[in-house]
Nanobody, 126 residues
Framework: VQLVESGGGPVQVGGSLRLSCVAS????????MGWFRQIPDKEREGVAVINRNSQRTLYGEFVGGRFTISRDTLKRTLTLQMNDLKPDDTAMYLC?????????????????????WGQGTQVTVS
């Protein structure tokens, strides 16, 4: 499966952005899907993960209720709605697919288990 992110850009503190990830080459129905972020010289950080049927979502602690992950398997799309953005949210945001573990997923703290990655979309908050 190939993943392509979009929706990033500059945004003011307190503003909102909606990131999208479109998959091609395979259905995303078999995968857990997640958003991660990368800041240069820092470890990749998990933002949110969603299971195959959208009944389970897991978020990084820093999210604090500000972000919402969702998926539309028929449209092969993963979305991240980000509200109340802060300067510390500035990063490259990457979409990833990982294996399902029954009805659940590896959490945001386990990027190493996600094998499919997009190129990312830059979010800059100032």
């Amino acid at each position: 499966v190939q993943l392509v992110e979009s929706g990033g850009g500059p945004v003011q503190v307190g503003g909102s952005l909606r990131l999208s990830c479109v998959a091609s080459g395979d259905t995303i129905g078999r995968y857990c899907m997640g958003w991660f972020r990368q800041i240069p010289d820092k470890e990749r950080e998990g933002v949110a993960v969603i299971n195959r049927n959208s009944q389970r979502t897991l978020y990084g602690e820093f999210v604090g209720g500000r972000f919402t992950i969702s998926r539309d398997t028929l449209k092969r799309t993963l979305t991240l709605q980000m509200n109340d953005l802060k300067p510390d949210d500035t990063a490259m945001y990457l979409c990833a697919a990982g294996p399902a573990i029954g009805s659940t997923c590896y959490g945001p703290s386990h990027p190493e288990y996600h094998s499919k990655w997009g190129q990312g979309t830059q979010v800059t908050v100032s």
